[in-house]
């Protein structure tokens, strides 16, 4: 397929760039670091770009978007990503909690929750996994039960980002009908984190802090207006809602941008006439337009309205494990330097290798594992049977 950038697009990709080299501070070294600077930068930062209509760039204008197409939107997408993303949390807020309001949610729920999506005002977390419940996510045990005119949340959510940000709101799935089946009876709220009964605990791991979080639900009353779409069908929003945070990310673009900055140290260093280092990022480099093009063919069924389930998956499968090959190319490239954080005044390429070796140790995991999205492939692509 011919993806042939538009020239519209690319004058927006510079003007882009131009803002990111004018607006991203010295310091800023993406979200996961320990420096409270990082989470107020980037609500400053979503507030500027919504002010020039480029936060929700690819939403439709009645929802307070650009109405921009999806491939201008992947532009965005792409520079973020390869800026360590100062967007922070906001990426979940437009990529799909945005996107589910407006497929699913009501003329009220639109009015209310998406107007501060688009001003860059408010922090969304996602309650799915559970301590039992991760890959197999219809396994969840977190319980809603209706009483009058709420819901009485009880449960305990892992590895929520962005919930000690402080999160303003959550996409809570919860088990509303204890006797379906395992894929039915799964609702979808949208949760005030200020209600009552929510703790929010740390879990601390080498990825850094803002990262994790154990959240722990204890008769938290949810307003029934805060149902998101049908009671009990909340299987077929996770279904779309994955889905586009698996395009959403440009994962791809991120690493080649760890991967210029090797080429750099190798050809500074002198390492680059090693005949084995050369190819060794020649491969990767072309590992990054492969992963890109994945992507491109994704981002394609979107603009025809289309949801790309399987081609998501296959584009994730390919962007995730190339951003932890570059990882483990920067550390034998770099030896023993390579593992110090940025800070240290000796960190080769200002510890940007050991951070993104670290954060993505876990990546082949969030949004669906590894062998969730090759299933997805071989059930729903090629059609092969389930294991027996």
């Known amino acids: 397929m011919d993806f042939a950038v538009d020239p519209a697009d690319a004058r927006f990709r510079d003007d882009l760039r131009a803002l990111l080299d004018g607006t991203l501070p010295d310091w800023w070294r993406g979200m996961f670091v320990d420096d409270p600077r990082a989470i107020p930068f980037t609500r400053e930062f979503c507030r500027a770009l919504a002010a020039r209509e480029w936060l929700t760039l690819a939403w439709p204008a009645e929802h307070g978007g650009a109405g921009a197409s999806a491939w201008t939107q992947a532009v965005l997408r792409e520079e973020m990503w390869a800026a360590e993303e100062p967007r922070g949390p906001q990426y979940m807020n437009l990529n799909y909690i945005g996107p589910l309001l407006m497929r699913y949610g009501t003329p009220t729920q639109r009015a209310r929750f998406l107007p501060p999506m688009a ?36 449960g305990t959510k892992i590895w929520t980002s962005y919930a000690d940000a402080p999160a303003d709101w959550c ?21 005030d984190m200020t209600t009552p009964g929510i703790s929010v605990r740390p879990i601390d791991t080498m990825a850094g802090p803002h990262e994790f979080n154990e959240v722990t639900f ?11 779409g049908e009671a009990g069908r909340g299987w077929e929003l996770v279904a ?37 280092v050369r190819a060794r990022l020649a491969e990767l480099r072309a590992s990054c337009e492969a992963a ?20 998501a998956s296959i584009a994730r499968i390919h962007a995730t494990r190339l951003e932890q090959e570059v990882g483990h190319a920067g550390l034998e490239l770099l030896g023993p330097l390579g593992l110090l954080r940025s800070g240290d ?32 492939v071989a059930r729903r692509g090629l059609g092969l049977p389930r294991e027996t």
């Open 119 to 154: 001003r860059g005002e408010v922090i969304w977390c996602q309650g799915f996994s559970e301590p039992d419940a991760g890959s197999d996510l219809a396994s969840l045990r977190t319980r809603a039960r209706l009483v009058e005119d709420h819901f009485l949340v009880d």
């Open 171 to 191: 996409l809570l799935l919860a088990r509303s009908e204890l006797a379906a089946d395992r894929h039915d009876g799964i609702s979808v709220f949208l949760v």
């Open 218 to 228: 204890e008769s938290v009353a949810v307003p029934r207006d805060c149902l998101l």
């Open 240 to 276: 779309a809602g994955l889905t586009f945070e698996r395009v959403g990310i440009a994962r791809y673009a991120r690493a080649a941008r760890v991967l210029e900055h090797l080429v750099t140290h190798a050809n500074e260093s002198g390492q680059s006439r090693d005949p084995r």
């Open 292 to 311: 890109r093009l994945l992507a491109y063919r994704a981002v394609s069924l979107q603009a025809r309205g289309v949801v790309p389930t399987v081609e």
């Open 345 to 376: 005044p000796v960190a080769p390429l200002a510890g940007e290798v050991q951070r993104h070796f670290v954060r993505n140790i876990p990546t082949t995991v969030a949004a669906g594992t590894l062998e969730i999205q090759k299933n997805i």
